[in-house]
């Protein structure tokens, strides 16, 4: 069964300090891992697409690196504009473009 | 560009009332429709699905049901609501695989 486990559920980090989030998963055959952030009451808001392993994207703060098990997003230097839920979610070859989620993992950036 | 719009914002229904989400598409032609649902402390879960007018997927046996009578328009509906049918409903897009992007969502609160 395809399956996304996001850790930690929460994460509290002051200003500055650089933290990861975690998304592990198992897929029959990977066609993508999506992160997304989500606000609240709000729809997920899309951030990077990652295919194969090795392959890593950066966007201001963020940057997401994939393996063949788990993916990072690494945050540098938070600010409190950061705090948000991350969302990771796996899309599977042959699927019709539906992507299987994680819980998230729910950011919060004190100053 | 394309854009995403979804309908009602807020709804507070008693149970046993029926449902009516209704979603549109604009700036894009024949896209990929999904419906899903976000309920406290679970990932996003796919309920329906749908690759063309007419053509509904259903990912979880449910009182609810997805209909797709135009090309841009996906609506989801239930003639009686549950207690448990409460939570956050997004619908998305995609076409062609590219990733998907999401509405503002609709909030349901059942009592």
């Known amino acids: 069964e395809d399956q996304v486990t996001q850790s930690p559920e929460a994460l509290r980090l002051q200003e500055g300090e650089s933290s990861s989030l975690n998304c592990s998963y198992t897929?029959?055959?990977?066609?993508?891992l999506f992160w997304y952030r989500q606000d609240p009451g709000k729809g997920p808001e899309f951030l990077f697409t990652l295919y194969s392993a090795g392959e890593e994207k950066e966007k201001e703060r963020l940057k997401a690196t994939l393996t063949k098990k788990e993916s990072f997003l690494h945050i540098t230097a938070p600010k409190p504009e950061d705090s948000a839920t991350y969302l990771c979610?796996?899309?599977?070859?042959?699927?019709?473009?539906?992507?299987?989620f994680g819980k998230g993992t729910k950011l919060s950036v004190k100053p | 560009s394309q854009t995403i719009h979804q309908w009602p914002a807020t709804l507070v229904q008693p149970v046993g009332s029926p449902l009516s989400l209704e979603c549109t598409v604009e700036?894009?032609?024949?896209?990929?429709l999904y419906w899903y649902r976000q309920a406290a402390g679970r990932g996003l879960q796919l309920l329906f699905y749908s690759v063309g007018i007419g053509q509904i997927s259903s990912e979880v046996p449910q009182n609810l049901s997805a209909s797709r009578p135009q090309d841009r328009q996906f609506i989801l509906s239930s003639k009686k609501l549950l207690l448990s049918d409460s939570g956050f409903y997004l619908c998305?897009?995609?076409?062609?695989?590219?990733?998907?992007?999401f509405g503002a969502g609709s909030r349901l609160t059942v009592l």
């Open positions: 897929v029959s055959g990977l066609r993508g």
């Open positions: 998305a897009w995609s076409w062609g695989g590219s990733v998907l992007t």
């Open positions: 979610a796996v899309q599977a070859r042959g699927s019709q473009g539906n992507l299987i």
């Open positions: 700036g894009t032609s024949n896209p990929n």
